[in-house]
Antibody, heavy 119, light 110 residues
Framework: EVQLVESGGGVVRPGGSLRLSCAAS????????MSWVRQAPGKGLEWVSG????????GYADSVKGRFTISRDNAKNSLYLQMNSLRAEDTALYYC????????????WGKGTTVTVSS | QSVLTQPPSVSGAPGQRVTISCTGS?????????VHWYQQLPGTAPKLLIY???NRPSGVPDRFSGSKSGTSASLAITGLQAEDEADFYC??????????FGGGTKLTVL
């Protein structure tokens, strides 16, 4: 079964850091680009960051550029999002998603991990 | 404010047809980038509904269809059912901003 499982969310103070992980299974991980998409409480979807299959190219939303870093470890079938200098507006449910093509659509989504930035 | 504009809400009675619009610009939909649609049922992760403008993944009923023209795209749902009640999002690529989503449309089945 194709599956993505996020972890690493939690409560952090403004200015703090957090590292999210996404474990992939059921498919050849290094055949695909991957993305992080977030959803603030009661709000819509916002693309956060993406990375191509070999990690050779990455992209970021302007709202997180310079603060977040996406990476992947194909040997571990894992995707990561290092989040630094966190702000209250980063509070959201963070989804990991598989990019069927780049650019293109996201055909597999995880259930998400919640990040709360609060003092 | 989202780069792709969707109506905040639409509604229809069971059996009816509804459409959801997604309006972009010359740097995204109008530049030729494909449009994709996702359905998010309450409390769940988004699910791919339509890809590359008008293609359905396996398992998606043919009641759902997509189209694209110029700088806009549309999702049509025919034979509306109670279980279709959800939030719907369009997504494309923008040459300035990378991946972009619409603000989402809440479908209410009356």
């Amino acid at each position: 079964e194709v599956q993505l499982v996020e972890s690493g969310g939690g409560v952090v103070r403004p200015g703090g850091s957090l590292r999210l992980s996404c474990a992939a299974s059921g498919f050849t991980f290094d055949d695909y680009g991957m993305s992080w998409v977030r959803q603030a409480p009661g709000k819509g979807l916002e693309w956060v960051s993406g990375i191509i299959w070999n990690g050779g190219s990455t992209g970021y939303a302007d709202s997180v550029k310079g603060r977040f870093t996406i990476s992947r470890d194909n040997a571990k079938n894992s995707l990561y999002l290092q989040m630094n200098s966190l702000r209250a507006e980063d509070t959201a449910l963070y989804y990991c998603a598989r990019d069927f093509t780049t650019p293109g659509h996201m055909d597999v989504w995880g259930k998400g991990t919640t990040v709360t930035v609060s003092s | 404010q989202s780069v792709l504009t969707q109506p905040p809400s639409v509604s229809g009675a069971p059996g009816q047809r509804v459409t959801i619009s997604c309006t972009g610009s010359s740097s995204n939909i109008g530049a030729g980038y494909d449009v994709h649609w996702y359905q998010q049922l309450p409390g769940t992760a988004p699910k791919l509904l339509i890809y590359d403008n008008n293609n359905r993944p396996s398992g998606v009923p043919d009641r759902f269809s997509g189209s694209k023209s110029g700088t806009s795209a549309s999702l049509a749902i025919t034979g509306l059912q109670a279980e279709d009640e959800a939030d719907f999002y369009c997504q494309s690529y923008d040459s300035h901003l990378s991946v972009v989503f619409g603000g989402g449309t809440k479908l209410t089945v009356l």
